[in-house]
């Protein structure tokens, strides 16, 4: 690992772990809510203790302003909901691009097990060769997605974390397999951080006990968007995210200590 990769991975997390929120949802959902005065959201929840943010490349004059000094993530592919098929991710941004837009990293999603892994796989290579010449970091978000593929599955999860890795990947993102023993096969399968997305909101609780079981599985944080950016309090969700996760809290600490609902 390079000084520049190393230094800018400092600045994308705090101490090697990571609170991250997506929000390039806009390609892929429209202007949905948490999305439509983005700048406000991203104020809140790096004042709540976000370590990074992410969008596409477009919407970086919007973010720098309001991030309180967060790192920030620039997403080079997308899909949209409306479309043939969302497992098919395009490019939307080169490393590049990034710079300009003034990145810390970028990332990359692929969709293993899906007919477009091939492809994927194969941009996936490019990027993570490009970075390299910049000292750029690379997320890749690998997913087991596909045909009779079980999106849950630790084996699969390996899999494909372990394929971001040999692929050239900085940093891994992927689903949660459910509890913290099957995720530990998971974080196994790679030497590199494994981080986990949140997936569709299931209220507060469950978002950190999800949260609070990767970590006791060895994960090395979290990249949520809509359970963070959608919440009702945004701030004080992305604070009880990063108590999990930087502070060691269980889930009911971490919901007092924000003053959230504590969910019988």
């Known amino acids: 690992m390079t000084a520049g990769i190393r230094a800018r991975l ?7 772990k990571y609170v991250m929120v997506p929000m390039d949802h806009g390609i892929t959902l429209g202007a949905v809510e948490g999305l439509v005065d983005i700048e406000s959201t991203i ?5 709540g203790g976000a370590d990074s943010v992410l969008t596409q490349k477009g919407i970086a004059p919007r973010v ?5 000094g ?8 997308a899909s949209t ?18 710079v300009r837009a003034g990145a810390d990293a970028v990332s990359f999603h692929i969709n293993v097990g899906s007919k477009y892994e091939r492809e994927q796989v194969e941009e996936l290579a490019e990027v993570t060769d490009d970075a390299d010449d910049y000292g750029m970091p690379v997320l890749a978000m690998a997913y087991a997605r596909g045909p009779g593929v079980d999106e849950h599955d630790a084996e699969s999860l390996g899999h494909a974390v372990r394929l971001a890795e040999e692929v050239g990947a900085d940093l891994v993102k992927t689903a949660y397999s459910g509890d913290a023993e099957s995720f530990e096969r998971v ?28 970590m006791d599985a060895g994960a090395a944080g979290v990249s949520m968007g809509r359970s ?11 604070r009880a995210v990063a108590a999990v996760v930087h502070d060691g809290r269980s889930a009911e600490e971490a919901l007092r200590e924000a003053e959230l609902t504590v969910e019988a």
């Open 10 to 16: 400092d600045r994308i997390g705090t101490d090697r």
């Open 43 to 47: 104020d809140a929840v790096t004042r």
């Open 64 to 68: 720098h302003p309001n991030k309180n």
């Open 70 to 77: 967060a790192g920030y993530l620039v997403h080079l592919n």
């Open 81 to 98: 909901t409306i479309g043939p098929d969302s497992n098919d991710k395009r490019m939307t941004g080169t490393v590049k691009e990034a």
């Open 187 to 214: 974080v196994e399968s790679t030497a590199k951080p494994v981080i986990i997305a949140g997936g569709e909101p299931e209220g507060d609780r469950a978002t950190l006990d999800a949260v609070r079981g990767a």
């Open 228 to 238: 963070i950016f959608q919440h009702d309090d945004p701030e004080a969700i992305a």
